[in-house]
């Protein structure tokens, strides 16, 4: 490419962001939480929702028990009660962005970090998922972000762990969240592949290059049972737990931020795509056409052609705690958080 061609094109990329970015200042709606903030050494729970009424309670139960007070979520056009519901607790700010997730996840995520969660810890969830971490009963949200600031990283690595149940997926379909929860017991990591952090053989190996590393055990990892089972080259590694300071940029991708340290030991996210009808769920979303990577449909059309799917297999293994998966090699462990840990339990 000449020098006059590259000079175009990112002059056209330049005018395209610089669009994409106006369009979306002109759709976010504030639905709720007129006057919210977040005091300085809390953790502010950023959550993408989309038709989550059915996670809602249990969500919150467990969150406000790792000590989150503030939750600001951003709506992409839910059609069950989840907003009206949302607008009814005084914990919550809601805004809406009614847009392709495909075209605008980056900017949806970001805004309420750099609307109500400036230099503040900003945890990034889905409703489906539940953060967890070695002390959390102990500890609490506000322990570890002590922890973490005391060695001057600004965020925590975390891998996801898909939760299935022994018995086929259109058997406990009808579950509750809570009652899945509890009967989604099991997790396989025996396909698992790992890559060095800073690995160019990482699709977005390029977003990662500012970020400092605390330890070089981290690694990002892919696969797992969804890829077993449904294909999917899916990226278990997040960084869901940021400090969103001056040089900080707020997950410019579903799996990370940009410009930070991040810290010495991961954490876990024990995730229940599977939980509910999620054959309808997915038949939704593949219609709706928004999603770039097309694993939506890819899962739908495994679930359509057998009945009895089940994740469960001879690999599977019971949920057990952290302590399992750091001697697996799926977690990182620190001795400076364990001494930590242990000073904290004096």
């Given at each position: 490419m000449t020098q006059r061609a590259s000079l175009i094109l990112r002059l056209r990329n330049r005018i395209a962001q610089m669009r994409r970015r106006r369009r979306f200042a002109g759709a976010v709606?504030?639905?709720?939480?007129?006057?919210?903030?977040?005091?300085?050494?809390?953790?502010?729970?950023?959550?993408?929702?989309?038709?989550?009424?059915?996670?809602?309670?249990?969500?919150?139960?467990?969150?406000?028990?790792?000590?989150i007070r503030h939750f600001a979520f951003i709506d992409n056009g839910s059609t069950d009660d989840t907003i009206a519901r949302l607008c009814q607790r005084d914990d919550c700010v809601v805004d809406r962005a009614v847009l392709p997730l495909a075209q605008y996840e980056d900017l949806m995520r970001a805004y309420p970090a750099q609307t109500y969660g400036q230099d503040r810890w900003c945890l990034y969830v889905d409703m489906d998922e539940q953060f967890d971490f070695e002390g959390r009963e102990t500890i609490g949200s506000q322990g570890l972000t002590r922890y973490l600031q005391a060695q001057g990283h600004t965020a925590l690595m975390a891998q996801m762990l898909e939760m299935f149940p022994r018995a086929p997926l259109a058997d406990v379909q009808d579950l509750s969240f809570a009652e899945a929860l509890e009967t989604f017991a099991y997790y396989d990591i025996s396909t698992v592949e790992s890559f060095a952090y800073h690995s160019d053989r990482i699709g977005f190996h390029a977003l990662l290059r500012d970020n400092v590393l605390s330890s070089d055990a981290m690694q990002f990892k892919f696969g797992g049972v969804r890829g077993k089972v449904f294909g999917e080259a899916c990226c278990l590694t997040k960084h869901p737990l940021v400090f969103n300071g001056p040089q900080v940029v707020p997950a410019p991708h579903p799996h990370l931020s940009q410009h930070v340290t991040v810290s010495d030991f991961s954490a876990v996210i024990r995730h229940y795509k599977f939980a509910g009808n999620v054959a309808a769920r997915d038949a939704a979303s593949a219609g709706s056409g928004d999603l770039a990577h097309g694993e939506d449909r890819a899962r739908l059309e495994v679930l359509s052609r057998t009945e009895d799917l089940t994740l469960y297999s001879a690999d599977a293994q019971a949920w057990a705690g952290i302590a399992p998966l750091a001697e697996a090699g799926f977690l990182v462990v620190s001795q400076n958080y364990a001494a930590f840990l242990a000073g904290q339990m004096a």
């Open positions: 709606e504030h639905l709720h939480g007129e006057g919210f903030h977040v005091p300085q050494g809390e953790v502010l729970a950023i959550v993408l929702v989309r038709d989550g009424a059915y996670y809602l309670d249990a969500f919150f139960d467990y969150y406000r028990a790792l000590g």
